[in-house]
């Protein structure tokens, strides 16, 4: 049906989309470092809020469910590149 994405935490789902999708019966998974990404399940739609980049995405109808469970694999894996990446050798200042 459809992928919505918001740029920052204050950009969420409409209020039509929350009525639409995002009730019902949910389930809620934490992952990413410090659990900051966070996947709510949905009958018709999931809704993954990343918390370190402030993005949000909804995934919306049956065919879309499992785009969401790839995306969150690709920020875990995203995020943890990343913390490789940022102290690959200890600086002057450690010491």
Not at 14 to 23: C, N
Not at 68 to 92: C, G, M, W
Request: hydrophobic share 30%; aromatic share 12%.
């Amino acid at each position: 049906m459809g992928v919505f994405r918001y740029e920052n935490k204050y950009a969420a789902p409409t209020k039509e989309q929350r009525e639409r999708y995002m009730t019902g019966e949910r389930e809620e998974h934490t992952f990413g470092p410090e659990g900051k990404i966070l996947l709510i399940a949905y009958d018709e739609a999931v809704y993954i809020k990343d918390d370190i980049e402030e993005v949000r995405i909804l995934f919306t109808g049956i065919k879309d469910k499992q785009k969401a469970y790839d995306e969150v694999r690709r920020l875990i894996e995203h995020y943890d590149q990343k913390n490789e990446e940022e102290s690959p050798f200890a600086t002057a200042k450690e010491y």
